[in-house]
Nanobody, 117 residues
Framework: VQLQASGGGSVQAGDSLRLSCAASRNIWNFYAVGWHRQVAGGRRELVASISRAGITRYKDSVKGRITISRSNARNTVDLQMNNLKPEDTAVYYC????????????WGQGTLVTVSS
């Protein structure tokens, strides 16, 4: 499985961005998908996830501003980010989580989001 993340960029605080994670094939029967982020020198943290059943979960600090969604037809998982804040600045990664093991087995390359105040 290959994952391709895209959509990062440099924006001002309050702006919106939409990140997209494209899978090389349909994996939704076996994997959940999570968007993670990592700041320079920091730990990677899970921002949002969507399960095989479509159940979504969010980090508390992004609730109400970020929405994760999945397109089965396009094999994509998107992250709509609104009202961005400088603290959202990070490299964002999408990853596929094996339903069998619970591990994030496949990772896309990161896409950088920079939010200026």
């Amino acid at each position: 499985v290959q994952l391709q993340a895209s959509g990062g960029g440099s924006v001002q605080a309050g702006d919106s961005l939409r990140l997209s994670c494209a899978a090389s094939r349909n994996i939704w029967n076996f994997y959940a998908v999570g968007w993670h982020r990592q700041v320079a020198g920091g730990r990677r943290e899970l921002v949002a996830s969507i399960s095989r059943a479509g159940i979504t979960r969010y980090k508390d600090s992004v609730k109400g501003r970020i929405t994760i969604s999945r397109s089965n037809a396009r094999n994509t998982v998107d992250l709509q980010m609104n009202n961005l804040k400088p603290e959202d600045t990070a490299v964002y990664y999408c990853a596929a989580q094996s339903i069998a093991t619970g591990e994030f087995s496949y990772w896309g390359q990161g896409t950088l989001v920079t939010v200026s105040s």
